[in-house]
Nanobody, 121 residues
């Protein structure tokens, strides 16, 4: 079975930075895409950024130029470097992995438990 464990959320002042990490472990054969969604208060969950295996990353327009996604394929880990944070970035951030799982011999999507990011002075 597969687990995604996130870390790195917290409280930061406007203009500050945070780095989120998400490590996938378990019965993984290959990870096709890793990424981050967020859910702001009162809003639907939205894609922040994702990074396909061996391809360029994709970003929501609202975070382009401020956030950078990267992944360590050797360690099945994805990172989200968030700079110039603004109050509207306040949300619960969820990582996900689109992967092929050994145990069920199928391609599935797994989610992390979520980490809270609060941008406030």
């Amino acid at each position: 079975q597969v687990q995604l464990v996130e870390s790195g959320g917290g409280l930061v002042q406007p203009g500050g930075s945070l780095r989120l990490s998400c490590a996938a472990s378990g019965s993984i054969f290959n990870i096709y895409v890793m990424g981050w969604y967020r859910q702001r208060p009162g809003k639907q969950r939205e894609l922040v950024a994702d990074i396909p295996q061996w391809r360029s990353a994709n970003y929501a327009d609202s975070v382009k130029g401020r956030f950078t996604i990267s992944r360590d394929n050797n360690n099945n880990t994805v990172y989200l470097q968030m700079n110039s944070l603004q109050p509207e970035d306040t949300a619960d951030y969820y990582c996900y992995a689109d992967l092929y799982e050994f145990y069920y011999s199928e391609r599935t999507i797994h989610w992390g438990q979520g980490t809270q990011v609060t941008v406030s002075s």
